[in-house]
Every structure is written in structure tokens, then in C-alpha cells.
């Protein structure tokens, strides 16, 4: 499945939006969320991602997993134009990257992302946590 494409999708599931640059893990996340329910839709990069969110035509995605480094632009230019989106504001965000410092886990809470998945992932934690923030919502800020 090309990014920009989306699996046949069912308003009673939840949706995810998946946006990474390498195809191999896109796929691996898309069939592992969608073993558990989820539609999922797929984007390469952050401006791929951003205008599949922001097409006013869209269903508004219940979780978005960013890959902290894409082409053209990446996840923390991504996080930055959703919460500045006041339809995409409160979708709770995941980011996915190899840079795993305290440092780099305080800079994605300050920058809006809502849970940290460090890779390699395992595809079922990642799913875990997706199916969590589907389920909670954004973490209010007294319980960060």
C-alpha cells in the first residue's frame, strides 16, 4: 500500500494516521494496528501528513504516530502545525524516533507529543500505546 493511501476504512474504528519515511516500517506498523482494529491512513513525510490532515473532506484521525526525521519536512515541524490546528489540536501524537536521550524525551513533551516510542519498537508496545491515547485522549496538563 502507497503512502496516501488509507485501508478500506469504518467509522467504527479508530483511525491512525502513520507518517514515516522508510516503507518497510509504515507497513509493519499499519498491518500490526490494523490486526487490532484500527483503520490506519500512511504519509512519508510531515507535508504529506499535514495535507492529508488538514483536507477538509478528511475524517479527523483519533491518534497520529510522527517519525521524528522525514524528508521534506519531519515530525517536529508536523507536531507544531497540528497543535497550532484547531481541528487537530486535541488528537493525541506519538513520536517514533532513534534519538532516545532524556533531552530528547523532554523536547517531544515540550513540543506537544503526547507518548515517546523509542526504535527499534516493538510493534506491540507501539500498538499498546496507540490504543491507549484512542481510548484516553490528549493527557490533560495537570496529568503530565
Same mark, same amino acid.
Given at each position: 500500500?502507497?503512502?496516501?493511501?488509507?485501508a478500506s476504512?469504518?467509522?467504527?474504528?479508530?483511525?491512525?494516521?502513520?507518517?514515516?519515511?522508510?516503507?518497510?516500517?509504515?507497513e509493519?506498523?499499519?498491518?500490526?494496528? *490494523? %490486526?487490532?482494529?484500527?483503520?490506519?491512513?500512511?504519509?512519508?513525510?510531515?507535508? *504529506?501528513?499535514?495535507?492529508? %490532515?488538514i483536507? #477538509?473532506?478528511?475524517?479527523?484521525p483519533?491518534?497520529?504516530v510522527?517519525?521524528?526525521?522525514?524528508?521534506?519536512?519531519?515530525?517536529?515541524?508536523?507536531i507544531?502545525?497540528?497543535?497550532?490546528?484547531?481541528?487537530?489540536?486535541?488528537?493525541?501524537?506519538?513520536l517514533?524516533?532513534?534519538?532516545?536521550?532524556?533531552?530528547?524525551?523532554?523536547?517531544?513533551?515540550?513540543?506537544?507529543?503526547?507518548?515517546?516510542?523509542?526504535? #527499534?519498537?516493538? #510493534?506491540v508496545? %507501539?500498538?499498546?500505546v496507540?490504543?491507549? %491515547?484512542?481510548?484516553?485522549?490528549? #493527557?490533560? *496538563?495537570?496529568?503530565?
Open positions: 500500500m502507497e503512502s496516501g493511501q488509507a476504512t469504518s467509522h467504527d474504528r479508530p483511525l491512525v494516521l502513520v507518517c514515516d519515511d522508510i516503507d518497510s516500517i509504515r509493519i506498523i499499519r498491518i500490526n494496528l *490494523e %490486526l487490532e482494529g484500527f483503520d490506519v491512513l500512511l504519509a512519508a513525510d510531515g507535508h *504529506e501528513a499535514m495535507s492529508q %490532515l483536507d #477538509p473532506s478528511s475524517r479527523t483519533d491518534v497520529i510522527l517519525d521524528a526525521q522525514t524528508p521534506k519536512r519531519d515530525g517536529w515541524w508536523a507544531a502545525a497540528i497543535r497550532s490546528h484547531p481541528r487537530l489540536a486535541q488528537v493525541p501524537s506519538v517514533v524516533t532513534a534519538s532516545t536521550t532524556a533531552h530528547d524525551r523532554s523536547e517531544a513533551a515540550l513540543a506537544g507529543f503526547d507518548a515517546f516510542v523509542a526504535k #527499534p519498537f516493538d #510493534p508496545e %507501539l500498538v499498546d496507540v490504543s491507549r %491515547l484512542a481510548v484516553e485522549g490528549r #493527557p490533560h *496538563e495537570s496529568d503530565q
